[in-house]
């Protein structure tokens, strides 16, 4: 049973980063600008956001570490938004490609946390450390038996529940309401879509396209920021400048969605249990061993990967993107 709790646990904690990193690359896709920048947005809003924890940390910050969390998380928020603001300018006002200009940033990413962080803490110290105090502090189950079954259950709830629970998962929760509210039953929202799909008509209508544009991106680049943080707190080795690919993965998982939130959920589950599934394979009886092949451990870690290739050959069908998605938007063509 506790593998079982262990293996919900963790696919709930990997879930969170891609939840929000798809959810960000679909506001800005849904506007008409491809994001393919999500991995080195990832980066920098990981790298502010644990340059935060590190200063406060030596500090003595223990006693007030939720509220050094939340603030961990706008600090990675405004890091985000920030860096995106390139891609915007380059994509929106200078009409750039925009494929070229997200990988550019993608790799500046991480050189540039690199350099940061070795002029911080000395050349060679590539980790920034996360502080012991980064979990949300809760108080066990209490049941009136607490033999037997309930016993059982309690620890079982308990390693779902809290065995690596921080305020990104909340956060995320909050976020996925906000965004299906805010594209489904805002005018913005409405705007924001009709950007995405048809830039003519809705700047025929008084819809400042350029705007649109630039928040779509904008709000991409916050919810990017903060799916690096919430990356770099799942995998719990701290920040070492590298999010894994998983700015990447989010794009599948954006794109497996078909660009709507609830569907990005499912793909976001979907996708983190198989890279659970890949952590705990030595533990699983059910998975082959490969004994006799050396390195084995490699062939698991590629596992969430190639799941990803194999879906989106599958899908990529039956995917629906923007139609005016990566199309640099001009005033004077109809």
Known sequence: MNIVADLISGTILFAVPLLLVALGGMFSERSGVINIALEGIMIVGALFSCLYLRTVNIAGAANHAQGHMIAAMVVSVAAGGLYSLLLAVAAINLKANQTIGGTALNLLAPAFAIVLTWVIQGQGQTTIPLPDW??????????????????????????????????????????????????????????????????????ALGVNVYKMRYLGVFISGCLGGLGGFAYTLAAGSGFQSTVAGYGFLALAVMIFGNWKPLNILGASLFFAFFRIISSYASSLPFLPKFENIKSKENLYLMLPYIVTMIVLVLTSGKSRAPKAEGIPYDQGKR
Not at 135 to 146: L, R
Not at 148 to 168: H, M, P, Q
Not at 172 to 194: D, E
Request: proline share 6%; hydrophobic share 50%.
């Open 134 to 203: 980064r979990y949300i502090n809760h108080a066990p189950f209490v049941f009136q038996n607490p033999d037997g079954f309930w016993a059982s259950l309690t620890l079982f709830l308990d390693r779902i529940v809290f065995k690596s629970l921080y305020i990104t998962t909340p956060a995320a929760i909050l976020v996925l309401v906000l965004a299906q509210m805010f594209l489904y039953k805002t005018k913005t929202g409405l705007r924001l879509r009709a950007c995405g799909e048809h830039p003519q008509a809705a700047d």
